[in-house]
């Protein structure tokens, strides 16, 4: 729930979320404008890389906001373009609570469905996701 959030950062998940971002972002901030909400986005962006060409490598390795203590106490809305094994997202999200945010939320446009999944879903951010799609 984001009832008490005064601020969200949107972590963006370079390369592929950025135009699935863009959407979402501007179809919030037109929702939140117009239900008078007191709420504002921040977008940050960030890369997450576990591929070297189309093989998984293992690793991940971060890229982008140097300093991840600027989230600590932070709502956070991390958005990806598609979730494949969700082996990063799971790494992703364990980097994230060592710097204590408020909330952390996963909204991505597509969930690959393999069997290399380590059964990783994004939250069900209904009203954030719906807001993007309508």
């Keep these: ?14 390369k592929g979320g950025y135009k699935f971002c863009s959407e979402l972002v501007d179809s919030m901030e037109r929702h939140i404008c117009s239900c008078e909400i007191n709420m504002s986005i921040k ?5 997450l890389k576990s591929y070297h060409n189309t093989e998984s490598t293992g690793d991940v390795e971060v890229i982008g906001l140097s300093d991840l203590s600027v989230l600590t106490g932070k709502h956070i809305l991390i958005v990806e373009d598609i979730i494949d094994t969700g082996k ?28 290399k999944s380590c059964g990783y879903i994004p939250d069900s ?4 996701v719906q807001i993007a799609l309508s």
């Design 125 to 128: 951010s209904d009203f954030l």
């Design 88 to 115: 990063t997202m799971t790494y992703a999200l364990k980097l994230l609570e060592k710097f204590k945010p408020a909330k952390v939320q996963c909204a991505s446009l597509l969930l690959k469905r393999t069997p």
């Design 1 to 14: 729930s984001l009832e008490n959030c005064k601020q969200l950062v949107i972590l963006c998940v370079l």
């Design 43 to 47: 977008v940050e962006f960030i890369r």
